[in-house]
């Protein structure tokens, strides 16, 4: 079965910019995978942030961003705050109506 | 606003069947698919399936051989059995809708812990 890959950690400072892949075991991440990212806090149901690669989620602030880079999906943070500190998962659909969750990305702001 | 609300018994006894409920308000069941998502304590999300109130189903294969999913349009409900457990189903279960135009999760339920053991 296909793995999606994530980071498990990453780390980033107040304010800084951190960029959060998700790739795939086997070939390169496209726009056809249409990639959706979200986002959890402990304890806490998922947050949808980004869809179809990079359509931001209602409500979800500017400093989120979605891209394809190189053969990955991507999660830009711009400007990280402290309330950004939670777990990243990104998903990719397989086609025939199925989808797979990546590892997740622990992310820490300090 | 659309919420979802799980519900079903929160222990489970090894070998039998697990099964859960998603209530939908604020918005038809119908023409969505509707999807079941678990997280083992400390662990990652794992998309067990989806339902389009048609009735199709697609399954992840690593839990094919286990899960059925169901849906009542007269409720706004839809479900999820799992026959069989282990204490490696133990988790918090998620309901959600998707967005097949765009293939993602835009509204998640709150989560349901369900554990397995004797």
């Known amino acids: 079965q296909t793995v999606v890959t994530q980071e498990p950690s990453f780390s980033v400072s107040p304010g800084g910019t951190v960029t959060l892949t998700c790739g795939l075991s086997?070939?390169?991440?496209?726009?056809?995978?249409?990639p959706s990212w979200y986002q959890q806090t402990p304890g806490q149901a998922p947050r949808t942030l980004i869809f179809?690669?990079?359509i931001r989620s209602y409500g979800v602030p500017d400093r989120f961003s979605g891209s394809i880079l190189g053969n990955k999906a991507a999660l830009t943070i711009t400007g990280a705050q402290t309330d950004d500190e939670c777990d990243y998962y990104c998903?990719?659909?397989?086609?025939?109506?199925?989808?797979?969750f990546g590892g997740g990305t622990k992310l820490t702001v300090l | 606003q659309v919420q979802l609300q799980e519900s079903g018994p929160g222990l489970v006894k090894p070998s039998e069947t697990l099964s859960l409920t998603c209530t939908v308000s604020g918005a038809s069941i119908s023409s969505y698919f509707w999807s079941w998502i678990r997280q083992p304590a400390e662990k990652g999300l794992e998309w067990i399936g989806r339902?389009?109130?048609?009735?199709?189903?697609n399954y992840n294969p690593s839990l094919k051989s286990r899960v059925t999913m169901s849906v009542d349009t007269s409720k706004n409900q839809f479900s999820l059995k799992v026959s069989s457990v282990t204490a490696a189903d133990t988790a918090v279960y998620y309901c959600?809708?998707?967005?097949?135009?765009?293939?993602?999760?835009?509204?998640w339920g709150q989560g349901a812990l369900v554990t397995v053991s004797s």
């Open positions: 339902i389009y109130t048609g009735g199709s189903t």
């Open positions: 959600a809708r998707v967005l097949a135009r765009y293939n993602y999760f835009d509204y």
């Open positions: 179809n690669t990079n």
């Open positions: 086997s070939g390169s991440v496209s726009t056809s995978y249409y």
């Open positions: 998903v990719l659909y397989m086609g025939n109506g199925n989808s797979v």
